[in-house]
């Protein structure tokens, strides 16, 4: 069942892009894809269905105009670089089906399978089938949809306003990422929202990922969250489909050197967006301050801590840092670091050569501007080029007159 929605969403679109983008209509999700295809004097017929989290069974009717040696069944994730090949035992008809075991050999939720047959005939010439994609989506549940320009919410809980409150989060996070990332507003997004925690952790368990409260297919365009229908319900909305929005939009525009980001502007930005900011986070960057517990950005750089204590910290903390960097250095400044980090720099280089001031200096003057702490060693670190320079230009010259003038007085003739 699909739900119309007035158009908030669509407007927003329209202010970004300052034209209108039509409706799309949402992409095949059917829990099965059946296609025939001719190639060579051959023709197969490939049929596929699933249970999440337990099989994907491929069935194939393949017709030759000779006796068949070998069918093999050929797939792999849409991210995989490693082929899955299956020898099929093929019946009188022309038939095979090979069932996959899902539970011991996962695809992670909602991602792409591809997959295509080889047939060898008894005359020894092997031929191929044109690759196809199929979506293994978490069919465990009655999905419902609504869409607008390029954004489909699905979700099974809730009534028709439920879906509307999710376009208009997805809205609201799109208009304020406008500043921060170039968006990509043509290709599509998917929002999958979960009714409750518990189905949305059964659901990375069963995909093969430890659990988190929301997560981004960055590169597949596919966002999960968990958001039980009520009256937080647009709160929570407002807080994770931006947050997970941002993650796709930054993955759009800078491709795969989102890999070389550090987790700390990755999750910054993405937590920047959000329409009502973690209130508790200025919380626990009191009382981690006050326990001398902060954690240096050095350790935030390739992950987050695995703990939910001190990963809520990290988050905290990279969310304000982040916000510092921009009022300090401005959008430009965001834009020089992610580039440099995308050329492969690391952590604390990529620092300096975009902001001038190592990972470390960073970290100390946030400490001391933002959150008010050791603020004798920020001003003594500021000043530390400056004392520097002063021993070289001044000091340095003195101590050398001072040595030549004892020299002197030590090879000058004495007087009896």
């Known amino acids: 069942m699909s739900a119309s929605h007035p158009g908030i969403l669509r407007f927003i679109v329209v202010v970004l892009l300052a034209s209108t983008l039509s409706l799309k209509p949402d992409q095949a999700r059917a829990e099965s894809s059946s296609r025939p295809e001719s190639q060579g004097g051959i023709q197969v017929e490939a049929q596929v269905t699933h249970e999440f989290g337990k099989s994907i069974t491929f069935d194939a009717m393949i017709r030759t105009p000779g006796p068949i040696r070998q069918v093999s069944l050929l797939f792999r994730g849409v991210n995989e670089q490693v082929t899955r090949v299956e020898t099929l035992q093929v019946a009188e008809d022309g038939s095979v089906k090979f069932v996959y075991d899902a539970s011991l050999n996962v695809f992670p939720p909602f991602s792409g399978i591809i997959y295509w047959f080889q047939a060898t005939l008894n005359d020894g010439n092997t031929y191929t089938s044109e690759p196809q994609t199929y979506q293994y989506t978490d069919n465990r549940f009655p999905w419902r949809e609504t869409s607008q320009s390029f954004v489909t919410i699905h979700w099974y809980a809730g009534d028709d306003a439920f879906g509307s409150a999710a376009l208009d989060s997805a809205g609201a996070g799109l208009f304020a990422m406008r500043d921060l990332i170039p968006l990509s507003l043509t290709e599509p997004v998917n929002i ?64 795969d050197t989102y890999y070389k980001q550090p987790a700390w502007l990755i999750e910054g930005i993405a937590s920047m967006v959000e329409r009502y900011p973690n209130p508790d986070y200025a919380r ?3 009382i981690a301050s006050a326990n001398d517990t902060l954690i240096p950005f050095t350790e935030l750089c390739a992950s987050f801590p695995a703990d939910s204590g001190s990963a809520y910290l990290a988050y905290a903390q990279s969310q304000s840092f982040v916000t510092y960097i921009r009022d300090s250095f401005g959008v430009s400044g965001l834009s020089r670091l992610i580039a440099t980090y995308g050329d492969g720099f690391d952590c604390d280089l990529g620092a300096t050569k975009a902001l001038g001031a190592s990972l470390g200096q960073l970290d100390s003057r946030w400490r001391e501007t933002v959150l008010g702490l050791n603020r004798g060693g920020a001003a003594f670190l500021n000043l530390l ?22 020299q002197r007085r030590r090879h000058a003739p004495r007087s009896k």
């Open 192 to 255: 999958y929202i979960y009714s409750n925690v518990q189905d949305l952790n059964d659901t990375f368990l069963l995909g093969g990922r430890e659990w988190a409260g929301g997560h981004a297919h960055a590169d597949l365009g596919v966002i999960l969250v968990a958001v039980p229908p009520g009256a937080n319900q647009s709160t929570e909305m407002d807080t994770f489909i931006p947050h997970e929005l941002a993650h796709v939009m930054l993955y759009r525009t800078i491709g």
């Open 284 to 286: 626990a960057l009191e």
């Open 385 to 406: 080029p400056f004392l520097l320079l002063l021993v070289i230009v001044i000091v340095v010259p003195i101590w050398g007159a001072i040595d030549l003038a004892r």
